[in-house]
């Protein structure tokens, strides 16, 4: 079946500075890559997704990449800002949607004042 | 729009008791999903139910786990004779289309003492 692997685990920035998450899947049958924010005992809340018609889509501050290829997909937050503190995890669907989704383990990003 | 609202948000039980854990979807919204989390883990896929249908229950334990989504009603999640390792918080997501983003629950968060 699918694996979702994310890395790092944990990662420590100061304001102001770029985050980069990364996850690679196994399935090449994936065609859909959500991202998740979880701040500590809240809602997982999608905060990008990503078909893989597109190799990259930015809102904001934040964008994803995917690499079909390299079964590969980013997720990058500039500008970080300490309310975007809170734990994200990455997600691959072969289905197209929300359905059976298979998360990475998360990673949890402290943005530093 | 109230969101997916889950009920309870706490739940204690008693190894060998019975836990109904219980999610209304959005308004609109006809595909539910159910996932657990355990700590510093990442949420695994269990079950996903159109209404008074299982779609997809492959990530669910085939002993003690059950699911349903009525026509008129919340989707429950039961499990019956709970152990300790089913202590996890237990998200519902819901969507109006299975292609469509998932939007999660608070979730339900069971502890087996």
């Known amino acids: 079946g699918e694996n979702v692997e994310q890395h790092p685990s944990t990662l420590s920035v100061q304001e102001g500075d770029s985050a980069v998450i990364k996850c690679t899947y196994s399935d090449s049958a994936s065609n859909y890559f959500p991202w998740y924010k979880q701040e500590l005992g809240k809602r997982p809340q999608l905060i990008i997704d990503i078909r893989s018609n597109v190799g990259e889509k930015k809102d904001q501050r934040i964008a994803v990449t995917l690499n079909k290829t390299a079964k590969h997909f980013s997720l990058h937050i500039t500008e970080t800002q300490p309310e975007d503190s809170a734990v994200y995890f990455c997600?691959?669907?072969?289905?197209?949607?929300?359905?059976?989704?298979?998360f990475g383990k998360g990673m949890k990003l402290t943005v530093n004042p | 729009n109230a969101g997916v609202m889950q009920n309870p948000r706490h739940l204690v039980r008693r190894r060998g008791q019975e836990a109904r854990l219980r999610c209304s979807p959005m308004k609109g919204h006809s595909h539910v999903y159910w996932y657990r989390q355990l700590p510093e883990e990442g949420l695994k896929f269990m079950v996903y139910?159109?209404?008074?249908?299982?779609?997809?229950e492959s990530g669910m334990p085939k002993e003690r786990f059950s699911a349903e989504f009525p026509k008129e009603g919340p989707s429950i999640l039961r499990i019956q004779q709970v152990v300790r390792g089913d202590s996890a918080a237990y998200f519902c997501?819901?969507?109006?289309?299975?292609?469509?983003?998932?939007?999660f629950g608070q979730g339900t968060r069971l502890t087996v003492v």
């Open positions: 997600a691959a669907s072969m289905r197209g949607g929300s359905e059976k989704l298979v």
């Open positions: 139910l159109q209404k008074e249908n299982i779609i997809d």
């Open positions: 997501a819901s969507s109006p289309e299975v292609l469509y983003e998932a939007f």
